[in-house]
């Protein structure tokens, strides 16, 4: 007989996730928090779900267009709605690089679970940002991707349970080292 539920190569500690709760990650776009959260579902069998992802199936348009039509204010309400009616267990939640704007959504976020900061220095995230331009960044009129980062930083500090420093290993790698944290008492 096939098993269907395959025992994960790490179990998250009930001290740092309760086996009901999620594990949500902040930090830049392209910070690959979407794929390094595909792939620690893979350490830790549980599901992946992008925020992103979530918006566009709702509107039926790519992320890009719906920052298009909106200002940062809207676009930013709108991602908080989104992620204020997700509700799941068992779920690395990758939000979009905005989500720490809203204090509400961060809060609610923190009761899920461990929120991780993926922190990635400037010239990589720029370097991936410039490959995919059409990402959806929530900008004010003028405001650079180097000023949403400086910006950004603080609040990513602020709201993150850990930080794991990103960069350019594979995001396996990175998936591992956040599952063996998970996985050790705090």
Not at 99 to 121: D, H, K
Not at 123 to 135: D, G, Q, S
Not at 138 to 158: C, F, I, S, W
Request: aromatic residues 8%.
């Amino acid at each position: 007989m096939t098993q269907i539920f395959q025992k994960p190569l790490y179990e998250p500690h009930p001290s740092k996730v309760d086996p009901r709760g999620c594990i949500s990650f902040i930090g830049m776009a392209a910070a690959g928090k979407t794929t390094i959260g595909r792939e620690l579902s893979h350490f830790i069998n549980w599901l992946s779900l992008d925020a992103d992802h979530l918006i566009e199936s709702v509107y039926g348009v790519r992320l890009q267009e719906v920052t298009d039509v909106l200002d940062k204010e809207a676009f930013l309400d709108l991602e908080a709605t989104a992620i204020l009616s997700i509700n799941v267990k068992r779920t690395i939640i990758s939000t979009g690089g905005s989500a720490v704007y809203r204090p509400r959504t961060m809060e609610y976020l923190r009761s899920l679970g461990p929120v991780i900061y993926i922190s990635v220095p400037l010239p990589i995230i720029l370097t991936r940002v410039a490959r995919k331009p059409e990402r959806g960044l929530a900008m004010n009129p003028g405001q650079t991707v180097e000023d949403l980062y400086h910006e950004r930083a603080a609040l990513y500090k602020k709201y993150a349970t850990w930080t794991i420093e990103g960069g350019e290993a594979p995001a396996a790698q990175y998936a591992e080292e956040i599952a063996r944290w998970l996985s050790k008492s705090a």
